[in-house]
């Protein structure tokens, strides 16, 4: 994130994100995030340019991605929340206990607020979806969703409960890289693909077709610009041959 601080400064196309990302082990390539709080202040008035890369990466005709980004722990203050505007989805993730339900109903009203411009009913949803994801014990995992999701839906936060995480220590101990064993057999990694393939299964259409939207929007204004400058697209052309 601080290396691409200069390039962004200076305009930064979706592409050149794949210019600053490292790769892991297993294949996957991250672009690594801020080390302190403090130095998020070298990104001051950068993070709606970098919302607008990250989202615009997906309708890439090069490398096309999507984005996953852990923005950390969200107050009123956190200068990440200008990503938000250009997400797709916002997920708050919470444990169970009742001081943690209270501050993601809050922080998810929040949010409504700023992204929405108010709280939301329970028939009313808007972009970017704000949802929440609960860390619990897999056997009340069901009847706590149902409990929190009314409870968001009658606080009219604009949230709804997506899914559950497994609370399974073994399983982020193996993560962490602290213990042997098979971690895609872990409750955690179990749940974690539930989750991803249920807001694919609701969602996955309508973002599909809005970066199909995207994408011809796109193309529209290369041939807008093309029947502009007829000139200046044959210049370019031929000076990259």
């Not at 897999?138 to 009658?154: P, R």
């Given at each position: 994130?601080?290396s691409?601080?200069?390039?962004?400064?200076?305009?930064?196309?979706?592409?050149?994100?794949?210019d600053?990302?490292?790769?892991?082990?297993?294949?996957?390539?991250?672009?690594?995030?801020l080390g302190?709080a403090?130095q998020?202040a070298?990104?001051?008035?950068?993070?709606?340019?970098?919302?607008h890369?990250f989202?615009?990466?997906?309708?890439?005709?090069?490398a096309?991605?999507?984005?996953?980004?852990?923005?950390?722990?969200?107050?009123?203050d956190t200068p990440?929340?200008?990503?938000?505007?250009?997400?797709s989805?916002v997920?708050?993730?919470?444990?169970?206990?009742?001081?943690?339900?209270?501050?993601v109903?809050?922080?998810?009203?929040?949010?409504?607020?700023?992204?929405?411009?108010?709280p939301?009913?329970?028939?009313s949803?808007?972009?970017?979806?704000?949802g929440?994801?609960l860390?619990?014990?897999t056997g009340t995992?069901?009847?706590l969703a149902?409990?929190?999701?009314?409870?968001?839906?009658?606080?009219?936060?604009?949230?709804?409960?997506?899914?559950?995480?497994?609370d399974d220590?073994?399983?982020?101990?193996q993560?962490?890289?602290?213990?042997?064993?098979?971690?895609?057999k872990s409750?955690?990694?179990?749940?974690a693909?539930?989750?991803a393939?249920d807001?694919?299964q609701?969602y996955?259409a309508?973002?599909?077709?809005s970066?199909?939207?995207n994408?011809?929007h796109h193309?529209?204004q290369?041939?807008?610009?093309?029947?502009?400058?007829?000139?200046?697209?044959?210049?370019?052309?031929?000076?990259g041959?």
């Amino acid at each position: 994130m601080l290396s691409i601080a200069a390039t962004a400064r200076r305009g930064l196309v979706p592409d050149q994100l794949w210019d600053h990302v490292q790769p892991l082990s297993g294949g996957l390539e991250v672009l690594v995030g801020l080390g302190i709080a403090e130095q998020a202040a070298g990104l001051a008035g950068l993070w709606p340019t970098l919302g607008h890369a990250f989202a615009s990466l997906a309708d890439s005709p090069h490398a096309a991605a999507d984005v996953i980004a852990d923005c950390g722990r969200i107050s009123g203050d956190t200068p990440a929340v200008e990503l938000f505007p250009h997400a797709s989805l916002v997920l708050l993730l919470s444990r169970t206990e009742p001081e943690s339900l209270a501050r993601v109903r809050d922080r998810a009203a929040a949010l409504a607020g700023k992204l929405h411009g108010g709280p939301r009913g329970a028939a009313s949803l808007a972009n970017p979806v704000i949802g929440v994801v609960l860390v619990a014990d897999t056997g009340t995992a069901g009847k706590l969703a149902s409990q929190v999701n009314d409870m968001l839906v009658h606080a009219q936060t604009g949230a709804r409960v997506l899914g559950t995480i497994a609370d399974d220590p073994a399983g982020a101990d193996q993560l962490a890289g602290r213990r042997r064993g098979r971690l895609d057999k872990s409750l955690l990694i179990r749940s974690a693909r539930k989750v991803a393939a249920d807001i694919h299964q609701q969602y996955g259409a309508a973002w599909a077709a809005s970066a199909q939207a995207n994408q011809a929007h796109h193309a529209q204004q290369a041939q807008h610009l093309q029947h502009q400058h007829p000139g200046q697209m044959q210049g370019h052309a031929g000076a990259g041959t």
